[in-house]
Nanobody
Framework: VQLVEAGGGSVQAGGSLTLSCAAS????????MGWFRQTPGKEREGVAF???????GYADSVNGRFTISKDNAENTLYLQMNSLKPEDTGMYYC???????????????WGRGTQVTVSS
């Protein structure tokens, strides 16, 4: 099982980015998956998850601005991030989750991460 994130970068506040997480070794359609982020000195926190039925959940801090989705044909997880704020800065990781939820100890497999930097 391997997860590879891409799409990070540097943007100004108010901008948008789309992160992707390509999976190999299993199918995303039947798996709960999520996005987490971490900044130096802080614990990794859950941002969003999507279950096998397409149900989603978001952290309060990103609800209404971020959208998590899967492309089953591409076997890829996405995170569309709009109205970005400086506090959204961090390393973003995708993960498989079992059980399904935003707690980091639910993660079974992690990607290596992609950096997002939002300047004011």
């Amino acid at each position: 099982v391997q997860l590879v994130e891409a799409g990070g970068g540097s943007v100004q506040a108010g901008g948008s980015l789309t992160l992707s997480c390509a999976a190999s070794g299993y199918t995303v359609s039947g798996t709960c998956m999520g996005w987490f982020r971490q900044t130096p000195g802080k614990e990794r926190e859950g941002v969003a998850f999507i279950d096998s039925a397409g149900g989603t959940g978001y952290a309060d801090s990103v609800n209404g601005r971020f959208t998590i989705s899967k492309d089953n044909a591409e076997n890829t997880l996405y995170l569309q991030m709009n109205s970005l704020k400086p506090e959204d800065t961090g390393m973003y990781y995708c993960a498989t989750l079992r059980p399904c939820g935003l707690l980091r100890w639910y993660a079974n497999t992690w990607g290596r991460g992609t950096q997002v930097t939002v300047s004011s």
